[in-house]
């Protein structure tokens, strides 16, 4: 029998971007491009990243991604506990406020970051780690999830090689590959949530197609 008592619950939630891809394909620039757009309409919105984005997440980047410069290895586990870790501390510090206060919410990576590279990447159980994230988001999941899609030479040719990370230096291109396939497929899996945008273009185009996603939630931004 069901229930017709209405579960009650905040009178305005906000809604949950994540910008998910491989190395180089925009997502910071996309982010703050989105963020920059919701400012100027009046749309209260947070913006952050992954790793990062809290105390305690800037010091578990600087252990992840500052590995590279001491030759340590972490484990492909230790690795997804950390970038978990992370995550549940911006959840509940930034995340989870943001959305009870109504605002939008524009993460430039998230749950799937770990799935993809993590699991498709680097080869971990992807149905251990989807327990993990449920356990670390205490079961949040994004209303959207934006995939910014391109070929990997491309991605990592785009990047300055100063800038290059851990996972750019210390991994070949078929990690690359298999992170890149691994977002298509788990884009596959949930259509309803995913929007795949074509990355390759010029970012006017890909902001175009990005702001056209977050319009069907937020008709603010529309227009
Ligand atoms: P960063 O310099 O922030 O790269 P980007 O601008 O592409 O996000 O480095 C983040 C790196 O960490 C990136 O190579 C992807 C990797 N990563 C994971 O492997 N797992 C994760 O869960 C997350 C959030 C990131």
């Known amino acids: 029998m069901t229930s017709s008592v209405r579960r009650s619950g905040p009178a305005r939630r906000g809604r949950f971007i994540t910008i998910e891809g491989p190395d180089g394909s925009g997502k910071t620039l996309q982010a703050e491009r989105l963020h920059a757009l919701a400012v100027v309409r009046g749309v209260p919105c947070v913006l952050t990243r992954e790793p990062g984005g809290t105390w305690a ?19 492909p586990r230790a690795d997804a506990l950390l970038f978990s870790a992370a995550r549940a501390q911006l959840v509940a510090e930034v995340v989870e406020p943001a959305l009870a206060r109504g605002e939008l919410v524009i993460d430039a990576r998230h749950a799937d970051s770990t799935l993809a590279y993590q699991g498709f990447g680097r080869g971990l159980d992807v149905d251990e780690l989807r327990a993990i994230q449920h356990f670390a988001t205490a079961g949040l999941v994004p209303d959207l999830t934006i995939l910014l899609d391109l070929p990997v030479e ?70």
């Open 154 to 223: 491309l991605g990592l040719a785009r990047k300055a090689s100063a800038d290059e990370n851990r996972f750019e230096v210390g991994f070949d291109l078929d990690f690359h590959r298999r992170v890149r396939d691994g977002y298509l497929a788990l884009a596959r899996r949930e259509p309803g949530r995913w929007v795949v945008v074509d990355a390759a273009r010029d970012p006017d185009a890909v902001h175009e197609a990005v702001v056209a996603a977050v319009a069907r939630l937020e008709p603010r931004l529309a227009g």
């Open 57 to 75: 997440g800037e010091r578990i980047r600087e252990i992840l991604l500052g590995a590279s410069s001491t030759n340590e290895r972490i484990s």
